[in-house]
């Protein structure tokens, strides 16, 4: 069983910052590509950042040069550093880790259940 839990939301003012932290536990073999995602109300869900095993990483238009994505291999963890936050990056953010579990060929996505992240206006 492989589960991912996000965790590090909150709130925060503008201009302020906070790292969102992406955890994977179980029978993992190894954490391949991983994207964190965002939605606000009434909104559909958006890519926001990737990376890739290899340490490739994209951005959104939207948070190039506000956001860092990183990776603990060690620690089967992936981070999201937010800086300069705005008040329309307020959403629920998500991750999602393709994973190779152990004993298996095929490597398979993974959803966390979000953490909340408000910007105050």
């Known amino acids: 069983q492989v589960q991912v839990v996000e965790s590090g939301g909150g709130l925060v003012q503008p201009g302020g910052s906070l790292r969102l932290s992406c955890a994977a536990s179980g029978s993992i073999f190894s954490i391949n590509a991983v994207g964190w995602y965002r939605q606000a109300p009434g909104k559909e869900r958006e890519l926001v950042a990737h990376i890739t095993d290899g340490g490739t990483t994209n951005y959104a238009d939207s948070v190039k040069g506000r956001f860092t994505i990183s990776r603990d291999n060690a620690k089967n963890t992936v981070y999201l550093q937010m800086n300069t936050l705005k008040p329309e990056d307020t959403a629920v953010y998500y991750c999602?880790?393709?994973?190779?579990?152990?004993?298996?060929?095929?490597?398979?996505?993974?959803w966390g259940k979000g953490t909340l992240v408000t910007v105050s206006s």
């Open positions: 999602n880790a393709l994973i190779q579990r152990r004993s298996f060929l095929a490597a398979m996505n993974y």
